[in-house]
Nanobody, 121 residues
Framework: QVQLVESGGGLVQAGGSLRLSCAASGRTLRSVAMGWFRQAPGKEREFVSRINWSGARTGYANSVKGRFTISRDNAKNTLLLQMNSLKVEDTAVYYC??????????????WGQGTQVTVSS
């Protein structure tokens, strides 16, 4: 059974930075795509960023492009999300995801429990 545990969330002022981490256990995830999603109050969960198994290919939602950077450390089975220039509208619960089999896309995923990010004005 795969477990994904997010950390690094918190309260930050607009313009500030946070770094989210996702630690995976239960199996190695070095061969699968991983990513981040978020869900704001009253809204549906939305895609934030993804990274392929090797880290060579990444993708971002337009709303975070240029501000967020996704990376992974396969030796440590860890996924990271560096968030800079945070905006109030980035406030959400952020979820880590790992595909069950694909090295390139996120389609059938394991989910973490989420970590709260709150950006104040």
């Amino acid at each position: 059974q795969v477990q994904l545990v997010e950390s690094g969330g918190g309260l930050v002022q607009a313009g500030g930075s946070l770094r989210l981490s996702c630690a995976a256990s239960g199996r190695t995830l070095r061969s699968v795509a991983m990513g981040w999603f978020r869900q704001a109050p009253g809204k549906e969960r939305e895609f934030v960023s993804r990274i392929n198994w090797s880290g060579a290919r990444t993708g971002y939602a337009n709303s975070v492009k240029g501000r967020f950077t996704i990376s992974r450390d396969n030796a440590k089975n860890t996924l990271l999300l560096q968030m800079n220039s945070l905006k109030v509208e980035d406030t959400a619960v952020y979820y880590c995801a790992a595909d069950r089999s694909s090295g390139e896309v996120l389609s059938d995923v394991y989910w973490g429990q989420g970590t709260q990010v709150t950006v104040s004005s």
